[in-house]
T-cell receptor
Framework: AQSVTQLGSHVSVSEGALVLLRCNYS??????LFWYVQYPNQGLQLLLK??????LVKGINGFEAEFKKSETSFHLTKPSAHMSDAAEYFC?????????????FGKGTKLTVNP | EAGVTQSPTHLIKTRGQQVTLRCSPI?????VYWYQQALGLGLQFLLW???????NRGNFPPRFSGRQFPNYSSELNVNALELEDSALYLC????????????FGPGTRLTVL
């Protein structure tokens, strides 16, 4: 079955430390890949997306992600965490099901940033 | 430019009742998507409408239904509410394809007592 897996439902880092949020997908064809962020009591906001071309994608707020086809991964990174990065992050993949596309989300990773 | 709007923001219902949630997409977007975000279950895809037609449906019972109007706004209807329907219901809009970026509204928080 086609799916999206986010490793680690909770990740905790210190302010200024590297942020690494993992996302793996299973798909028989190259998908489109997205990372969204959700702040408390808000909807989702797009951080970045990969469709075609350069596999390293830069997004808002200093985040970037690299599409690695051989590893079926799209991990999200940020060199230096800020307190304002505390939120829940969702990886999403467009998958084709029954001839129709849909966006499938991972279960999310809650990021805590410690002072 | 206005983003995706949803109404109401909060709703409290009792078991067995019916509820209607509303969504207005970003101007120019023809596709509207509905998602359920229940505690501990992540975002579950409910429905996708484009140009007034239902294009795809998630694994939800038929008591979850909806429609899209000629102005591309959309309603989500849930009949015979159950306790486990308590969740944040998110609406998103995009251009035609699910491969296009989806822009999300703030959601409607539904509590079923």
């Amino acid at each position: 079955a086609q799916s999206v897996t986010q490793l680690g439902s909770h990740v905790s880092v210190s302010e200024g430390a590297l942020v690494l949020l993992r996302c793996n997908y299973s798909s028989s064809v190259p998908p489109y890949l997205f990372w969204y962020v959700q702040y408390p009591n808000q909807g989702l906001q797009l951080l970045l997306k990969y469709t075609t071309g350069a596999t390293l994608v830069k997004g808002i707020n200093g985040f970037e992600a690299e599409f690695k086809k051989s590893e079926t991964s799209f991990h999200l990174t940020k060199p230096s965490a800020h307190m304002s990065d505390a939120a829940e992050y969702f990886c999403a993949v467009t998958l084709t099901q029954g001839g129709s596309e849909k966006l499938v989300f991972g279960k999310g990773t809650k990021l805590t940033v410690n002072p | 430019e206005a983003g995706v709007t949803q109404s109401p923001t909060h709703l409290i219902k009792t078991r067995g009742q019916q509820v209607t949630l509303r969504c207005s997409p970003i101007s120019g977007h023809t596709s509207v998507y509905w998602y359920q975000q229940a505690l501990g279950l992540g975002l579950q895809f409910l429905l996708w409408y484009d140009e007034g037609e239902e294009r795809n449906r998630g694994n939800f019972p038929p008591r979850f239904s909806g429609r899209q109007f000629p102005n591309y706004s959309s309603e989500l209807n849930v009949n015979a509410l159950e306790l486990e329907d308590s969740a944040l219901y998110l609406c998103a809009s995009s251009f035609h394809s699910a491969a296009d970026t989806q822009y999300f509204g703030p959601g409607t928080r539904l509590t079923v007592l």
